[in-house]
């Protein structure tokens, strides 16, 4: 099954993750620290541990979750910016994550997250320049397989994702799964932005919410 993990690699229902920028506190500081809070936290708060190395929710979260030995475990990487190099495609919408997903085992993993060329399923370290600036990371275990591909087809509606070649579609998923037209990137914009109610795997409650460049109005001011 899949799951967001902690900085124990302990099983987690969600977690948020702040990434410090480069010098935020003090002249040595690398841009690795970070802020953390998941659903048994009490407050937003300093992680003793850091991104670039090993014991760290995020890198646990990828490690134990993308498995490229599994037919069955499926892993859609989306940024605006290719892992080899610093240029994107002004096209494509500004976001960036990781969709991971088993229909087999009815489980999948949401990561939303800011970190430009990231990541590589090869190295689930954040590198240099990748420490420079602030950054924000969510990561949510999700209720289902169906959830997943609910999240997949807003995205194809609002978001068009570039889709990195990293990605893996099992042979599983069928072509009237909206992650089979995620992966193969069948976008099909909508005039109207939408915003959708979604369950963690406890039953926790998130709302995602987008819209595509055709609406041309602001997205902070005149929809959320």
């Known amino acids: 099954m899949l799951y967001a993990k902690n900085s124990k690699n302990e099983n987690v229902d969600w977690w948020f993750i702040y990434k410090l920028p480069k010098h935020s506190d003090k002249n ?17 708060k300093l992680s003793n541990n850091l991104l670039n190395k090993e014991t760290n929710p995020l890198y646990y979260s990828l490690k134990k979750n993308i498995n490229p030995k599994d037919p069955n475990c499926g892993y859609i990487i989306y940024n605006d910016e290719h892992l080899e190099s610093r240029t994107g495609s002004s096209s494509k919408g500004h976001c960036k994550g990781v969709l991971i997903f088993n229909k087999k085992e009815d489980s999948a993993v949401l990561l939303s997250h800011s970190i430009p060329r990231f990541p590589d399923i090869h190295n689930f370290h954040i ?22 591909n609910m999240l997949a087809a807003q995205m194809l509606q609002q978001q068009n994702p570039q889709i990195l070649k990293e ?13 089979y037209d995620f992966y193969h990137q069948k976008i099909q914009e909508s005039k109207i932005p939408s915003s959708i109610k979604f369950e963690s795997s406890k039953g926790n409650q998130f709302q995602l919410i987008a819209k595509s460049k055709l609406w041309k109005k602001d997205f902070w001011i005149d929809l959320v």
């Open 28 to 44: 040595d500081d690398a841009g690795y620290d970070y802020l953390y809070y998941d659903e048994f936290s009490k407050e937003l």
């Open 127 to 148: 590198q240099e320049p990748q420490s420079l600036n602030g950054q924000s990371l969510i990561c949510i275990t999700l209720k289902d397989f169906k959830t997943a």
């Open 167 to 179: 990605s893996f579609l099992p042979s599983n998923i069928n072509q009237s799964d909206a992650l």
